[in-house]
Structure formats: structure tokens, C-alpha cells
């Protein structure tokens, strides 16, 4: 779980320095452990969905954007 944290925070790191590709890469392997673990943390996968809409919002992609924010909301 601490590793996770990791990559989310690398993700952030990214996102911040505007490398949204690095970011992606980051928030999507975050999201692959959360899945391969036996009880996923609904609360860090809906914050990882929202960093990633933030990602795409920054970037300009607001399709995907709202993809994610609602992906946070399930």
C-alpha cells in the first residue's frame, strides 16, 4: 500500500511539471495495484480517478477529464 502511495505521488510530481504522458503512467500503475490487491481501498482509487481528470483537464483533454471525475464518483 505504501508503494502505491508512491506512484501517486510520482504521478503528481509529473503532472505538475506537465509531463501528462510520465503522469498517465504513474496514476494508471497506482490504479493496476489497487486492482491486484484483495480489497481495494475504494477511497485511493477515487482519488487516483481524480487526479487523473485533473491530469486531462490541465492537458486540455476534458472528454477524458470528465471520464475520470465520474469513474471517481462510482
Known amino acids: 500500500p505504501e ?3 508512491c506512484y ?3 504521478g503528481f510530481i509529473a503532472r505538475f511539471n506537465k509531463d501528462y504522458h ?3 503512467k504513474w496514476y494508471e500503475t ?8 484483495e480489497r481495494a481501498d475504494d477511497l485511493k482509487c ?6 487523473m481528470g485533473h491530469m ?3 492537458k486540455g483533454d ?5 471520464r475520470m ?4 464518483l462510482e
Open 46 to 51: 477515487a482519488e487516483t480517478c481524480q487526479d
Open 62 to 66: 476534458y472528454s477524458n477529464a470528465r
Open 8 to 10: 501517486r505521488a510520482f
Open 3 to 5: 508503494l502505491i502511495d
Open 56 to 58: 486531462y483537464k490541465d
Open 22 to 24: 510520465t503522469s498517465l
Open 30 to 37: 497506482c490504479l493496476s495495484q489497487l486492482g491486484h490487491l
Open 69 to 72: 471525475y465520474g469513474q471517481a
